[in-house]
């Protein structure tokens, strides 16, 4: 499975950016992808993810509420919309999947087996 991620880019705090990720190569129904960022001198922290089978999705407690993830079956595209953004949004985001998995792992990134090359997003206050 490869993956593109784009949509990066600087943004005002309080304005929205959205993010794609499309997915190439073998896949299956089961797939699950997610959204995880970086910033400088970070650990790398999970945002948000989907699954899908059954299109559950899953947050972080910073971006609930303002972050909303979705997919685009036919497309086999992931995005993340990112409204109200603020400036501790800045950071790498990397687009990431797995061709399946327990849900109590969806947010721990060493259980992602296939990797984007990330898009920055740049917040301004």
């Known amino acids: 499975v490869q993956l593109q991620a784009s949509g990066g880019g600087l943004a005002q705090a309080g304005t929205s950016l959205r993010l794609s990720c499309t997915a190439s190569g073998s896949t299956s129904r089961t797939i699950q992808m997610g959204w995880f960022r970086q910033a400088p001198g970070q650990e790398r922290e999970f945002v948000a993810a989907?699954?899908?089978?059954?299109?559950?999705?899953y947050y972080a407690d910073s971006v609930k509420g303002r972050f909303t993830i979705s997919r685009d079956n036919a497309e086999k595209r992931v995005y993340l919309q990112m409204d109200n953004l603020k400036p501790e949004d800045t950071a790498i985001y990397y687009c990431?999947?797995?061709?399946?998995?327990?849900?109590?792992?969806?947010?721990?990134?060493?259980?992602?087996?296939?990797w984007g090359q990330g898009t920055l997003v740049t917040v301004s206050s």
């Open positions: 989907i699954k899908w089978s059954d299109r559950n999705t």
């Open positions: 990431a999947a797995r061709l399946t998995g327990i849900t109590s792992t969806i947010r721990t990134a060493n259980m992602y087996y296939y």
